[in-house]
Each structure stands twice: as C-alpha cells, then as structure tokens.
C-alpha cells in the first residue's frame, strides 16, 4: 500500500512555470507506475503523464507533450511534474496516482490517489 501526498500548487501567471511535487510512503514505492492527472472544474479527471517503474519510459497526452516533464526519485519516494508555459486553460486540481498493474492512460487503473493541489494560470 502506499500513501500520496501532492505539494506545489498555486497561482502562476500564463507562460510562467511550477512545479508540482508527490511524496509516496511505504517500502514498495518504486514498484508501482506513478502517473498525474488533472481535473477542472465540471471536467472528467484527465490523464497527463505516466513514467514506468525505474523510470524506464514514459507518456504524456498531447496537449502537455514538451511543456510538461514527469520525473520520479525512488531513493526519495517522490514522483515531480514540472511544467512549464503554463496557460489559463492548464487550471485545475492536480492529482498523483499509483498502479502496480499499470501503466494505464486512465484514472480507473490507478488505485491510490493523493488529495490533489490547486494549480491556477491566470492570462
């Protein structure tokens, strides 16, 4: 089982960048496929990006492809989303998650979530 807390979060004027911040517990973090997601407000929950265990490969959806860099530290037990030329249309609650049966490109295979963060662009 592991436990997932978001950090990282805020207000960040468009074109600007932030970078979001998981922190994992417990001993089998690096055997499980981290991923993020986001959700906006009257929006389905929305896969960004997944990175494989030992950090072998990873995947982004189109809209985030070269603004958006997934990462993960297993040493730390931290998983990272940096994203850069952020744009208004970028706001929404952001969202780590967990798989050990993955990687799967949406929310229903992940079964641990952290609490999310707020991530506001404004124009």
């Known amino acids: 089982q592991v436990q997932l807390v978001e950090s990282g979060g805020g207000l960040v004027q468009a074109g600007g960048s932030l970078r979001l911040s998981c922190a994992g517990s417990g001993r089998t973090f690096s055997t499980y496929v981290m991923a993020w997601f986001r959700q906006a407000p009257g929006k389905e929950r929305e896969f960004l990006a997944f990175i494989n265990l030992n950090s072998i490969s990873t995947k982004y959806v189109d809209s985030v492809k070269g603004r958006f860099t997934i990462s993960r530290d297993d040493a730390k037990k931290m998983v990272y989303l940096q994203m850069n030329s952020l744009k208004p249309e970028d706001t929404a609650v952001y969202y780590c998650?967990?798989?050990?049966?993955?990687?799967?490109?949406?929310?229903?295979?992940?079964?641990?979530w952290g609490q999310g963060t707020q991530v506001t662009v404004s124009s």
């Open positions: 998650a967990a798989t050990q049966t993955g990687p799967f490109l949406g929310p229903l295979g992940y079964n641990y």
